[in-house]
């Protein structure tokens, strides 16, 4: 690394860089290149940890009553569209009298899912995908058996139950939470 | 014919510390993208919990790698000082 000797001209001792050595990375440079991305590094789980803070349980969407909910005995379910009209979705209404509502595609292969009350067949009433066997929980939404098990449970449908009967549906639950 | 002085930090140890630093500097670099990526797969497994201690432990991390970038460079400056000063 020559910069400099008796034959050099001035400009060479104010710009002592050889092409050479143009394209090298310092040291220092590069521990500020580092600098930089620990500050992205930094952003990012900021931006993690506001959407974290943040974070709602239900997607608010548009309400939709559910038209024959008022009229749904214990044991029984409808299939409405929802959030939009190609969006099958399942009011059940269970044993007990509460309301309960999901999605109704399966999180496998998006077979429709069905509730099945207890009793038929000495098991306790549940969802079930008749594709590949599949059960969930009915108060989760959790796949307890078959393909999924392994995977995101049903969506569930947040529901608004009013003093005369009526149902409407109010949004999706978050896919965390569900 | 005088010697002149180098324009850059001659003292012993003084290219050992810097590659110290950088490689000091790398490795919370990593840390830091671990965190990040847990946390982004916690969120999106579910667990709000950690995202805020994760963001917590990674801003320290920053502090520590600027702070050992403003160390670097305010040693390498006081050094330039001192030899325009002896010049």
Same mark, same amino acid.
């Given at each position: 690394?020559?910069?400099? !000797?008796?034959?050099? =001209? ?28 620990? %500050? ?11 959407? !974290? ?8 969407? =548009?309400?939709? *009553?559910? %038209? ?5 005995? =214990? ?36 077979? =429709? ?31 307890? *058996? ?19 009967? !009526? ?5 999706? %639950?978050?896919?965390?939470? *569900? | 014919?005088?010697?002149?002085? @180098?324009?850059?930090?001659?003292? @012993? ?39 805020? @201690? ?34």
């Amino acid at each position: 690394m020559k910069y400099k !000797s008796s034959t050099s =001209p001035k400009w060479r001792e104010d710009f002592p860089i050889e092409q050479e050595f143009d394209d090298f990375v310092t040291r220092r440079d590069f521990i500020r290149f580092l600098g930089l991305v620990s %500050a992205g590094l930094a952003v990012g789980s900021g931006s993690v940890a506001v959407n !974290s803070l943040t974070h709602t349980e239900v997607e608010a969407l =548009p309400e939709l *009553a559910v %038209a024959g909910a008022d009229t749904l005995k =214990p044991g029984s379910w409808l299939v409405f569209n929802y959030p939009d009209e190609h969006s099958p979705a399942m009011l059940i209404r269970r044993e007990d009298g509460e309301y309960a509502a999901y999605l109704q595609k399966c999180p496998h292969l998006a077979c =429709p899912v069905s509730y099945h009350a207890a009793g038929s067949d000495g098991e306790p009433e549940g969802l079930r995908c008749h594709c590949h066997n599949g059960r969930f929980d009915l108060d989760t939404g959790k796949g307890t *058996a078959g393909p999924p098990r392994e995977l995101r449970p049903l969506r569930r449908v947040e529901l608004r139950v009013a003093d005369d009967g !009526s149902v409407s549906a109010v949004g999706l %639950a978050k896919r965390h939470k *569900a | 014919m005088a010697i002149r002085k @180098p324009r850059f930090d001659t003292r @012993p140890g003084v290219t050992a510390s810097a590659t110290a630093r950088v490689w000091i500097c790398g490795i919370i670099c990593v840390v830091q993208y671990w965190l990040l990526t847990a946390a982004n797969e916690a969120f999106h497994g579910g667990n709000l919990k950690v995202g805020l @201690p994760a963001f917590l432990a990674s801003l320290v991390c920053f502090v520590l790698v600027a702070g050992l970038i403003v160390v670097g460079e305010s040693g390498s400056h006081k050094m330039q000082e001192e030899l325009r000063d002896n010049e």
